[in-house]
């Protein structure tokens, strides 16, 4: 008998999960239990949930192969599956802008690498007193509420992402100061998925971009590519689409990337702590 609860929050995304302790390797049953809820509520989260590296990476694997992030110095040392986000360590990883007043990171992950996350297992170690939230935007609800012209005419674009798109951005984060990326995995220049996809489950669609990783539309002016990737991402984050997940310490978050964009809200870097360890699930099925 399963006593795990599912717990919808009144946002288009999200539901809390009660009764999985993320120590254990799950079972059939509860694996099938949590990939039905991904598939339904798009992030589930996990209240206070005491895992150590191993054990976040054993249970992530029992969901499918893990991808390790392509910045080989954000590897946790003997635990490279885990990727350590955050300001703790020598070298910050960040893709929380630095104030208020400018662009969030949005994006689902690795969309820019050849093969993208399935999805993403986020553990909040050490939480800031105020900012750095976690944003959800519904890539459904965005798609669905296209006019039918739109929907027939983004179905036929091609986007293009790049990894200088994020260095771009964490760029003119970190200022004149630089920002130094530490050692990261050969990449592809870019990779074209289409802009309008289907989920391989539900069978549902979504767009599928980023802010900052799409640099463009295939066969469109670069200026031009921006700016509609800019309006996109305006019409995807609105309110009636978002979640927004204010961290408690011990909070474990997993969220599919073929549904969801996300982004990181600033914080005072210069005073408050922010450490996440996140487990990275590959995708499996080919994008069309
Ligand atoms: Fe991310």
């Known amino acids: 008998m399963s006593a795990i609860s599912i717990h919808p929050t009144d946002a288009a995304l999200g539901a809390i999960i009660e009764g999985v302790d993320l120590s254990r390797v799950p079972n059939a ?97 050490e939480i800031p007193d105020t900012g750095g939230d976690t944003l959800f935007a519904c890539l459904y609800s965005a ?74 539309i295939t066969g469109w002016p670069r200026e031009e590519g921006l700016r509609f990737i800019s309006e996109l991402t305006e019409h995807t984050t609105q309110p009636a689409f978002v979640y927004r997940h204010v961290w408690r310490k011990n909070d474990a978050v997993l969220w599919d990337n073929r549904r969801v964009l996300h982004a990181a809200t600033p914080f005072d870097m210069s005073r408050q702590r922010r450490l996440m360890h996140r487990t990275t699930l590959r995708e499996t099925t080919p994008i069309a």
């Open 143 to 216: 798609y669905d509420a296209l006019s039918p012209a739109d929907k027939s005419k983004y179905e036929t674009l091609e986007a293009v992402h790049s990894i200088e798109g994020l260095r771009a951005y964490l760029h003119k984060q970190a200022g004149e100061k630089g920002y130094e990326p530490g050692r990261q995995e050969a990449m592809p220049e870019c990779v074209k998925w289409p802009l309008v996809r289907r989920h391989p489950t539900t069978g549902r669609r979504g767009l599928y971009f980023g802010a900052k990783v799409t640099v463009g």
């Open 29 to 125: 049953g509860t694996i099938d239990t949590i990939e039905s809820a991904l598939e339904k509520h798009g992030v589930l989260i996990f209240p206070d949930q005491r895992i150590s590296p191993a054990e976040q990476v054993a249970f992530s694997r029992a969901l499918g192969p893990l991808e390790a992030t392509a910045n080989i110095d954000a590897r946790l040392n003997g635990q490279p599956e885990i990727f350590v986000i955050g300001n703790t360590g020598v070298r910050p990883v960040s893709f929380a802008p630095q104030h208020g007043s400018e662009d969030l990171e949005w994006h689902t992950d690795h969309i820019h690498k050849p093969v993208p996350a399935r999805a993403s297992l986020l553990y909040g170690k």
